[in-house]
């Protein structure tokens, strides 16, 4: 299979570059369709010629999409001046000299042009995203199980399940934040701990930023919420959550292993 690789350093902090990746506005601009706004695990792609791709990644490594023709990885390297990103596109050639020639008059000539336009792309969003507004999230375990709130309000939203959290206020930091939207939406003190998964764009201007925490007393109860539940790792692909935390799935799933 031929293979093309490019890669490019973008000046912003890992989680910032994968979630900027999940943004199916990055590929739109080439004839792709997509299911949604944001890349999850398992969607499906329809490129130019109606090829296919399923995404099999998407994640703070990285994004992964294969077909029966066409692989694209991009990898993410943390380094000490930003986030590598590593694109390789890979393709089944058709045979003989005629396919060869193609191969590389055509199909490199066009998969590196792609790939430059989205590295451009890629770069500008992190630069928007990094003025982004923060909400913050709680992925609170207990015994095995994730906690998860139903949302009340707007009605296109009303049923849906999110995590505790909210937006960070200008004098706050993320943690402070979620430390004061717990008390605020469950009644309960909890301990911050480390990021999960990549910051997922909302909007233009604004990221969802998970972290672990821990209860350290009493029980969550929902005070501006339909209802709390506590899910297994089985439950999570199933629930009907806002379409950012469904992104999310894979990285939370990971907690309750
Ligand atoms: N708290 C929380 N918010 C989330 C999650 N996923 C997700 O897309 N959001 C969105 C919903 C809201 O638009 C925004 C959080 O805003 P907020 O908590 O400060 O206020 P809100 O619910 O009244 O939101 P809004 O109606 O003003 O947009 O983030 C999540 O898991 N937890």
Redesign the pocket.
């Known amino acids: 299979m031929p293979e093309l690789r490019a890669s490019a350093l973008v000046d912003a902090p890992v989680a910032a570059v994968a979630g900027a990746l999940l943004e199916t506005s990055l590929i739109t601009g080439f004839g792709v369709k997509v299911p949604g706004a944001l890349l999850c695990l398992g969607d499906v792609l329809t490129g130019p010629f109606g090829v296919k791709l399923t995404v099999t990644r998407a994640d703070l490594s990285g994004v992964s999409a294969a077909g029966e023709f066409l692989e694209l990885h991009t990898d993410l390297v943390v380094t000490g001046a930003g986030t590598m990103v590593v694109d390789r596109v890979s393709w089944a050639t058709v045979g003989g000299v005629v396919g060869r020639f193609a191969d590389v008059t055509v199909g490199r000539g066009m998969a590196l042009r792609v790939l430059e336009k989205r590295s451009a792309l890629l770069a500008e969003r992190c630069r928007e995203l990094s003025e982004a507004r923060v909400?913050?999230?709680a992925a609170i375990v207990r015994g095995g199980r994730l906690l998860a709130q139903q949302?009340a309000?707007?009605e296109s939203?009303a049923g849906q399940w999110?995590?505790?959290?909210?937006?960070v206020e200008p004098e706050e930091k993320p943690e402070e934040a979620l430390v004061r939207?717990c008390v605020e939406e469950l009644g309960v003190p909890v301990e911050v701990g480390a990021q999960v998964g990549p910051d997922?764009p909302?909007k233009k201007d604004?990221v969802?930023r998970?972290f672990a925490a821990e209860l350290v007393g009493g029980e969550p109860e929902a005070l501006e919420h339909n209802a709390v539940r506590w899910l297994t790792a089985d439950e999570l692909p199933s629930t009907d959550?806002?379409?950012?935390?469904r992104v999310l799935v894979p990285a939370l799933q990971q907690l309750l292993i």
Do not use: F
Request: aromatic share 8%; proline share 12%.
């Open positions: 909400v913050v999230g949302r309000y707007p939203h999110e995590l505790p959290g909210g937006r939207e997922v909302l604004m969802l998970i959550w806002l379409p950012a935390d």
